[in-house]
Nanobody, 126 residues
C-alpha cells in the first residue's frame, strides 16, 4: 500500500509556472512507477507524465513536452511536476498515481495505476 498526497496547485496567468508535489507514504517508494494525470470538466482523465521505478528517461504527453518536467526525490519520497509556460488548456485537476509494485506494462492509461491522490486544482487564466 502507498498513500499519495498532492499539493502545489493554484491559479496562475498564462505563461506562468507552478510546481506540483506528490508525497508518498507507506511501502518503499522506489518500487512504484509514479504518474501524473489530469482531468478537465467533462473530459476523461488523461496522461501527463510518468517516472518509471526502473529509472531512465521520463515520459510525457505530447501536449506538455518541453514545458513540464517530472522528477523524483527518493530521499523525500516525493515526485514533482514542474509546469512552465502554462496555457489555459492546462486547466484541470491534477492527480498523481502509483503503479502496482515493479509494474512493467504501459503506463499511459489510468487503469495501469493502483493508487491515487486526491487531486489538486490548477487553473490558468488567459
Amino acid at each position: 500500500q502507498v498513500q499519495l498526497v498532492e499539493s502545489g496547485g493554484g491559479l496562475v496567468q498564462t505563461g506562468g509556472s507552478l510546481r506540483l508535489s506528490c508525497a508518498a507514504s507507506g511501502r518503499a517508494f522506489g518500487v512504484y512507477t509514479i504518474g501524473w494525470f489530469r482531468q478537465a470538466p467533462g473530459q476523461e482523465r488523461e496522461f501527463v507524465a510518468a517516472h518509471s521505478w526502473r529509472g531512465g528517461r521520463p515520459d510525457y504527453a505530447d501536449s506538455v513536452k518541453g514545458r513540464f518536467t517530472i522528477s523524483r526525490d527518493s530521499a523525500k519520497n516525493t515526485v514533482y511536476l514542474q509546469m512552465n509556460s502554462l496555457k489555459p488548456e492546462d486547466t484541470a485537476v491534477y492527480y498523481c498515481a502509483a503503479s502496482p509494485p515493479y509494474y512493467s506494462g504501459s503506463y499511459y492509461s489510468a487503469t495501469s495505476f493502483a493508487y491515487w491522490g486526491q487531486g489538486t486544482q490548477v487553473t490558468v487564466s488567459s
